[in-house]
């Protein structure tokens, strides 16, 4: 069977499609309306959590809706993707676009940590807590101002990966529907993945999954960052250092990658109470260190387009 249909064709479409994600992930960061609702990674959410009500609470119910879910959303989209690229090549690369667009996601990311930035500036504290809900699972409640800095850089860093880089990388190879399985994955981790009850079993294949799905970019991303520390004033050297000792800290096989390495470029300590500390020989972040970290980010983005487009021209020059 022909899968010429997946990939880009050449370097022109493959940067049409990413520049043109990432122009409208500016202007558009976030869907709303009739787009929230056909969003993939909504309705694979609210799919999963609609399955998991109705089957029982074990793992093999939990292996049986993640391959539901993933796979009806998969045929779905590579059905349409098909079918376009046999009408016309630019139906297949407006599509396309649109695939990409709803599997990565890195403004409303910024945003949302930006709203931290400020409210820790004005010194805010209720803000800032309410702000870094939106983008962590942990009670922020009864947080301090130091713990919430760390709570939205560590989320910054770790969520990079599940929105930005792992989708893309998957685009690389397997085109705009290895994206679209990479969120899809992504989505069922949030739905279903925690380890406690009652989704202690049904959610363990989803979090496998996932942990699976991303163990080459987080450790991609995390060199990445090391690389890229000197921009934001950091040495190679300490980040290196403080990713090796303390990579594996963190419950996640793969948080840990990111998180550490930005803990030791930045030289602060990155701490979830009760669970794990990064970087026990600096101090927990303000939020100037928020400012450093976002900068940061831009540059990981930034060349992480650019390293896709050499590895792409590399790919088809073999």
């Not at 787009?35 to 089957?55: D, G, Q």
């Not at 993933?70 to 396309?96: C, E, G």
């Not at 970087?279 to 540059?299: M, N, Q, R």
Request: one cysteine or more.
């Amino acid at each position: 069977m022909d899968i010429e249909w997946l990939l880009p064709k050449n370097i022109f479409e493959f940067s049409v499609i990413l520049l043109s994600i990432l122009a409208l992930d500016v202007i558009y960061p976030k869907h709303t309306g009739i787009l929230y609702r056909i969003h993939p990674v909504h309705t694979a959410y609210e799919m999963s959590l609609s399955l998991y009500r109705k089957f029982p609470k074990t793992r093999v119910a939990g292996v049986i809706i993640w391959f539901i879910v993933v796979s009806s959303h998969t045929i779905i989209y590579a059905l349409v993707l098909y079918m376009l690229s046999k009408i016309h090549r630019i139906l297949w690369l407006v599509f396309s676009v649109y695939i990409l667009k709803t599997s990565t996601s890195i403004k409303l990311l910024v945003d949302h940590v930006t709203d931290v930035y400020h409210c820790l500036r004005r010194e805010n504290l209720m803000c800032a807590r309410e702000a870094v809900s939106n983008i962590v699972r942990r009670d922020v409640k009864n947080l301090g101002e130091d713990h919430v800095a760390s709570a939205a850089i560590e989320s910054l860093f770790e969520n990079i990966v599940d929105g930005f880089t792992s989708p893309l990388l998957y685009f690389l190879v397997l085109g705009p529907i290895g994206a679209l399985i990479q969120r899809i994955a992504n989505a069922l981790d949030s739905a279903l993945g925690y380890k406690h009850e009652p989704f202690k079993y049904v959610g363990w294949f989803s979090a496998k999954m996932d942990t699976i799905l991303n163990f080459v970019p987080a450790r991609l991303t995390a060199f990445l960052l090391i690389a890229l520390c000197p921009l934001a004033k950091g040495s190679i050297k300490k980040s290196l250092a403080i990713y090796l000792r303390d990579k594996g800290n963190t419950e996640s096989v793969n948080s840990g990658h990111s998180i550490s390495a930005a803990s030791g470029c930045l030289s602060i300590k990155l701490e979830k109470l009760g669970s794990y500390t990064i970087g026990k020989e600096y101090c927990l972040p303000t939020h100037v260190d928020i400012a450093k970290a976002l900068k940061l980010a831009i540059y990981i983005t930034t060349f992480y387009i650019v390293l896709l487009h050499i590895l792409f021209i590399i790919m088809h020059s073999i």
